[in-house]
Every structure is written in C-alpha cells, then in structure tokens.
T-cell receptor
C-alpha cells in the first residue's frame, strides 16, 4: 500500500523567504502526485498535480513542485512567500495499480508566514 | 449546490451514542470519499465510492464505522457507539471519477465531531 511522509510538521518563515516543503512517498510503480492546501477557515483545495510528462509542475499562486522518481519525492517550492501563504499543506499520492483509486494523504505541514 | 455540502457542521455527542454524518457531493461526480482529519494525524482515508462498484472500505477503523451512498449521490457515514477517540473533523470529497480522472477532489467544509 502506498504511504506519504511529510517530515516538516510546522514551518515558520518571514515574508519573501524561499520555501521548500518535503514530500516522500513509498510505492514503486506509477503514481499521480498532488499538493493540496487548506487556508485558515477554508476548504481543502488543489494546489498542483503531477500525472506525467515534465517533472516540474507549476500550480496556483506561484507554487511549483518537482517529481524526482529516483528519490520518491515531490517537494513543494515557492521562491518568495507571502503572508497569505499561511496555511496547511498536504501532499497526496494515488498509486496507479488496478482497482486502486484511493488518494493517500500525508500528515500535513503547517506553514506560518511572519509579516 | 455548487460545492460539496456536509451536515451537520458541528456535532457534539455523548460517548456510546450513534451519529450520522451526511455528504451531498457535486452533481455529476461519481466518486465520493470520506476522510478523517485529526490533530497531528493529517487526513486519514476512510472509504471510497465509485459509481456502482463495491466501495473501498479499507480505511474504516472499526466495525463501528459504516457508510452508504444512496442512488449514487448522497452519502451517510454512521458511527455506532461513539468513543472519545472518534472526535475529529470528518471530511467528504467528490470528484468526476473514473480511472485516472480523480485528479481533483472537491472537499466539503467537514463535520466537527466531538464525543464527550
């Protein structure tokens, strides 16, 4: 069964700092990878996704993530964070084995941006 | 409605009582998921419905938990004989469904369950 690890539980940064949130998954086959974000008081929403092709994917609000198959990683990055990026970020994986459509989430990383 | 609707938004119950949580997915979405969000535990998968296929119940933590999806639309998550460790936010999500198309889940705002 697939699993997802997010090692950073709480990250605190100042505005304009660069961001990288780690995500590692455990599954040897083909995967779809996602980052979801939950802003305070709002629903979870999709930030970006990787299905195939270019391993560097760009999402909303200047976020990007790079799929490195050899490292089983899909780290989230943003070159310059803003106060409005304060939220909880969840990495998720869908392993493409037959009959499994389940999306498995990591434990989340809480990001706090200090103005 | 335009989004996934969950009710109630908050539920306080006594230990040992049964509770029912409701989810109305987006119209036309064939896939429906239930997740549980606990402090420090992230999103824990509970159950997944896809069209008329048998649901994937592999995430249900015990036989006190069950879920139904009637008519391929509304879903009800039932927790019998609630325990304090069941306290969490229960999230429902839906997507268009079908193999390879669960690319975007639309989440509801959740039901905050508190078991006293």
């Amino acid at each position: 069964a697939q699993s997802v690890s997010q090692h950073n539980h709480h990250v605190i940064l100042s505005e304009a700092a660069s961001l990288e949130l780690g995500c590692n998954y455990s599954y040897g086959g083909t995967v779809n990878l996602f980052w979801y974000v939950q802003y305070p008081g709002q629903h979870l929403q999709l930030l970006l996704k990787y299905f195939s092709g270019d391993p560097l994917v760009k999402g909303i609000k200047g976020f990007e993530a790079e799929f490195i198959k050899s490292k089983f990683s899909f780290n989230l990055r943003k070159p310059s964070v803003q106060w409005s990026d304060t939220a909880e970020y969840f990495c998720a994986v869908n392993a493409l084995n037959f009959g499994n459509e389940k999306l498995t989430f990591g434990t989340g990383t809480r990001l706090t941006i200090i103005p | 409605g335009a989004g996934v609707s969950q009710s109630p938004s908050n539920k306080v119950t006594e230990k040992g009582k049964d509770v029912e949580l409701r989810c109305d997915p987006i119209s036309g979405h064939t896939a429906l998921y239930w997740y549980r969000q606990s402090l420090g535990q992230g999103l824990e998968f509970l159950i997944y419905f896809q069209g008329n296929s048998a649901p994937d119940k592999s995430g249900l933590p015990s036989d006190r938990f069950s879920a139904e999806r009637t008519g391929g639309s509304v879903s009800t998550l039932t927790i019998q004989r609630t325990q304090q460790e069941d306290s969490a936010v229960y999230l429902c999500a839906s997507s268009l469904g079908g193999r390879g198309s669960n690319e975007k889940l639309f989440f509801g705002s959740g039901t905050q369950l508190s078991v006293l």
